[in-house]
């Protein structure tokens, strides 16, 4: 029964902006959709809801260990339930804990993995969490990094560092994987969008994407959580707004060259990888025109 397709991705890396566009293709929209309505396009492997109809008691007693030992039936659940035109969600990485692979392969269908420049999501993750820049290259460089707990709306999720998180997906061999960037998203979204549709096996349309595409812009996302709100953002976020920058290489004018030495220093090799350039830490060649 493997009828998944996750979207995948490190937080803060384009998998709401993913879900957003898929829902306004799906839906076939003339005017922005609602953002709490995203969700419906997805099913998400860490909701505690899963779990507390697969364990028949509530989810505030259970713990790491039997919501582990659940994912298998959560996913199977999932697997069964999922729609045609719906994927799964999940920032966990493909690591197996306590015996258990986070990711079930036998329900596994393919995958979609959304990376983003690590350097770049150091300060939308900080701003998330209402950490400093260098707290989140700690983070980020943590292999014991997780997200969620036990006893809360999503549950406890196994995140790694930002080279393990990735590396774990995009060197999958056990399923068909598409490896999106950020950066080519915001560069060519029709195109990218596209072969996402594609990889999916959705029934395909060009103005249809063309018009999903522009109903799922970073302005119009933008433009809408200021008007509706957004139920997605972080409690901590220092800014209080989940669509905040949405650019490529903000960086350059936010991190220092220790920083960026820290950051790459962990994760050149699999931004090489994953066809991201190597930048120099000399502050000089860091400046832009006009700085």
């Known amino acids: 029964m493997k009828n998944i397709a996750w979207l995948a991705s490190y937080p803060k890396s384009g998998n709401t902006w993913t879900r957003s566009f898929l829902r306004a293709y799906q839906y076939d929209a003339f005017e922005p959709i609602r953002l709490n309505q995203i969700g419906r396009i997805s099913k998400s492997d860490s909701r505690l809801t899963h779990f507390q109809a697969v364990a028949g008691k509530p989810g505030g007693i259970l713990t790491d260990e039997e919501i582990n030992a659940l994912r298998p039936k959560v996913q199977e659940d999932i697997s069964r339930e999922i729609g045609v035109h719906q994927v799964a969600k999940t920032h966990n990485a493909r690591f197996t804990i306590d015996g258990i692979p986070l990711i079930q392969d036998q329900f596994t269908r393919k995958a979609v993995y959304l990376v983003r420049n690590p350097l770049d999501v150091v300060d939308s993750l900080a701003d998330h969490n209402s950490l400093s820049i ?96 957004f139920e997605e953002v972080s409690h901590r976020s220092r800014s209080g707004r989940f669509f905040r920058r949405g650019q490529a290489d903000a960086w350059k004018q936010i991190l220092t060259p220790p920083q960026i030495t820290r950051i790459l220093s962990h994760h050149a090799e699999t931004m090489q990888a994953v066809g991201y350039e190597i930048p120099s830490t000399d502050p000089l060649a860091l400046q832009q025109p006009g700085d």
Do not use: C
Not at 143 to 152: K, L, T, V, W, Y
Not at 164 to 169: C, L, N, P, T
Not at 195 to 222: C, H, I, K, M, N
């Open 134 to 229: 260098d707290q989140t290259i700690d983070t980020m460089n943590n292999p014991e990094h997780i997200i969620g707990a036990a006893q809360e709306v999503f549950v406890t999720q196994y995140i790694g560092t930002w080279s393990e998180h990735v590396r774990s997906w995009t060197e999958a061999t056990e399923f068909p994987v598409l490896v999106l960037k950020y950066e080519d998203l915001l560069a060519d979204p029709v195109g990218k969008f596209g072969e996402l549709l594609a990889f999916l096996g959705w029934y395909f349309d060009q103005e249809r994407l063309q018009r999903a595409v522009q109903l799922s812009s970073f302005d119009v996302l933008q433009q809408s959580e200021q008007q509706q709100g």
